[in-house]
């Protein structure tokens, strides 16, 4: 791999992060959901106590599986199963998600309104590792995101230690990068976000163990990354060890709390 910047030399930021992965109902028509998550929902969550960053992500709607085919993995996304967006939340500190316990029963009330499915994903505090692979002034035209699913038989700390030891700084390596963002889960419990009226089914073999979050230049380069020789070497690393990568194509990242403070308008 290209190694433009050094990963050791990189500036990389730890955070407490989750990820609630978001199903629009299918009653409506999809826009009418992404609208109301934009709108109302976002400003239920905005106002959270403790946040230290809160940023939707907006998948698009035709997301076979951007991964290329490797032997062993599953890289085409089932249909069923299909993320339409994330909600990313960093909070401040491990305490910060009880601070926040008024607003979250707002947004339990208001899901219904929008989602059909949801599953929320966390990990410990500071596994979250955002490097800074952009140059001064640098913008993030295109991103992915990439979800892995552990392999039967993989330890949970071999798989995390993975992620965090050699495959962040191996992306983080390849000067193709404008944003790269690595989390690791702790085993899902349903009843950390148990919402009512919506649903939270997610079958042993359907859950995930990390996440990638990868920026490019614009939508050529996504396109150059996921086509050249570092996503074969990737594949062949992690095919021992993940049994499911699911990369997809992300339509928009809108950002409504940043450094702790509600933004005036999100930005992209």
Known sequence: MSTSPPAAQLDVKRHFTSSILL???????????????????????SATPGLEEYRQIYLRKHNPGRWPV?????????????????????????????????QTQLAYQDEINVFRRTLL????????R???????????????LVYLRRRDGVGAGEFRKFVKKQLGPALASTGMLRELRTQTFLPWIEQLWNTP???????GDQH?????????????????????SVIEELSNQL????????AYDVAAALTYVRNGDILPRCEE
């Open 23 to 45: 199903w629009m109902r299918t009653d409506q028509p999809r826009q009418t959901g992404m609208d109301h998550w934009k709108g109302p929902h976002s400003g239920i969550i």
């Open 70 to 102: 490797t032997d062993g993995v599953e890289t085409s996304i089932p249909v069923d199963r299909k993320i339409d967006g994330v909600a990313e939340v960093a909070f401040r500190s491990a305490l910060s998600p009880l601070q926040g316990r008024k």
């Open 121 to 128: 994903y966390a990990g410990p505090p500071k596994s979250s």
């Open 130 to 144: 955002w490097y800074d692979v952009a140059a001064p002034g640098e913008e993030v035209g295109a991103r992915a």
């Open 197 to 203: 009226n919506v649903a939270h089914d997610n079958p």
């Open 208 to 228: 995930f163990h990390a996440s990638l979050i990868l920026g490019f230049t614009g939508t050529a380069s996504r396109d150059a990354f996921f086509a050249s």
């Open 239 to 246: 095919a021992p060890l993940a049994s499911s990568i699911h």
